[in-house]
């Protein structure tokens, strides 16, 4: 989300992801129960997003245009291989994984995993919740209008720096629901954050950055190329052929599949 | 004692000042108008006023509170206000949910109220003579419509003071008259004081009751309207091209 706010990018966001899926793995590893663990993490994503805002995003903010796109990048990227590095150091071989019991569900014939089905159906819910917060509340007009014209919004008495830490923090919350939902259906492991930096940039970039629409729309058509790519090709292949069908959006839509053309 | 006072007020960039210790107020209920040639320093000014550019010297005082230098979303809520003279929506929001946003945030201990701030809306919709569009997309506004809205979020918040810059300029003579009463309306129902930028003599000389002159940054002379028209330095200087392209 941070990726279309304020014109910052946020290269950290799947290190912020893992994080929280570590903190899912050592609460459960410390006999919590596994919902109350998950709580734990999707807290924990929400004060990575606070502890970004009030350390390496508060020289970014103080930056317009260019300049704070190119520090936003700089720092996170830098955070990142910091947080990749260390984690790779201490626990090299830990991955979440987080077990949906039961046998595989019929969908329109289809056997479904339940871990897949439950993920899918949270991340609906969170996206239907954002759409709802974006759209109907007033703190969701606030931000939109930072998002929008910064200048303008504090001509109509908005505080960007508040609307852009709550930003960071839902971001961080939602890094943290992308680890726990990828963890019912795969492993999240320490070396996963990049992999998950990517994927997000790229949807962010091919539904059109500010764009939540955008991005659903781009998350399901990459998701659903990447499974076909990684079923029928190979999973070495996969993010090339990502890579190459997000290239070819942008070279035919320059502003994304549903962003607004400047 | 005015309600907004500039004292020794000054902008420099890379050195160069394009205000230079300007000391003016503006009194309550009052409609000054700043005049001058391109590049005398008005815009900046108004920025300066409401935090969009910091001053390099001199202080900024309202109602006795020195607002010097403060972000532009604390001085809106303060009540001061700043209309441009490019129109800025939000894009992705309809007319009257632009203007919410500003009765919602615009004011000084703001309740959140949504409901209210929707019904301030709504007014300051009427007042500009837009409550039938209320529900448009912004992008199916006119320049002169866009302006309207850009008043009505300057209102919704019950500002105190309310700077326009250049907001008549491009218009015709009937968009001209009615941008003339709703400025004049805003000050007589409003109580609002209005700074007001302008190029647009015809309309300076019929709503101001002061007009500034500023040249090179610097305020060469102040006064009643015809009293400044008539002065020979201003006339040569900056009126006269002014007057006869007007």
Known sequence: MIYGLGGALN???????????????????????????????????????????????RPVYRRQGEARVLLSLLLTLGLAFVVDGFLTWRIPFRGLTLNIGGGPIDILG??????????????????ALLFAFFRTTALGRAVRSVIEDEQGARLVGV???????????????????????????????????????????????????????????????????????????????????????????????????????? | MPTLE??????????????????????????????????????????????????????????GEDLTNYPPHRIR???IALVQQTPRAFPSMNVLENVALAALFGRANAHRDEEKALARAGEALEFVGLADRRFDHVGNLNLHQQRFLALARAVAGDPR????????????????????????????????????????????MSLAERVVVLNFGKVLTQGLPQDVMRDPAVVEAYLGETSQSA
């Open chain 1, 110 to 127: 289809v056997p479904m995993r339940r871990g897949s089905l439950l993920a899918s159906a949270i991340t609906i819910l969170a996206f």
């Open chain 2, 6 to 63: 500039l004292r020794d007020v000054g902008k420099s960039y890379g050195g160069l000042p394009a205000v230079d210790g300007v000391s003016i107020g503006a009194d309550d209920g009052e409609i000054l108008a700043i005049v001058g040639p391109n590049g005398a320093g008005k815009s900046t000014l108004l920025k300066l006023i409401v935090g969009l550019e910091p001053a390099t010297k001199g202080t900024i005082v309202f109602d």
């Open chain 1, 11 to 57: 290269l950290a966001y799947g290190q912020m992801a893992v994080m929280s899926a570590m903190v899912v793995l050592f609460a459960m590893d410390a006999g919590v129960p596994a919902l109350p663990a998950v709580g734990l993490g999707l807290l924990t994503g929400a004060l990575l997003g606070l502890v970004l805002d009030l350390t390496i995003f």
């Open chain 1, 159 to 262: 505080d960007p720096r508040r609307m852009l830490r709550l930003i960071l923090i839902m971001s961080g919350f939602l890094a943290a629901i992308v680890a726990v939902t990828r963890a019912m259906v795969t492993p999240v492991t320490v070396t996963l954050g990049f992999e998950i930096t990517v994927f997000a940039l790229i949807v962010t970039v091919v539904g059109g950055l500010g764009s939540f629409p955008g991005a659903l729309l781009a998350g399901v058509i990459l998701g659903i190329v990447n499974s076909i790519a990684a079923s029928y090709i190979g999973t070495f292949l996969s993010l090339i052929i990502l890579l190459a069908a997000a290239g070819i959006t942008i070279l035919l839509r320059p502003s994304g599949l549903l962003g607004v053309r400047e």
């Open chain 2, 161 to 204: 003071v309310l700077l326009l810059d250049e907001v008549m300029a491009g218009l015709n003579d009937a968009e001209l008259a009615t941008s003339i009463s709703i400025v004049r309306a805003i000050r007589d129902l409003r109580h609002i004081t209005v700074i007001w930028v302008e190029h647009v003599m015809k309309a300076v």
């Open chain 2, 77 to 79: 809520q303060r009540g």
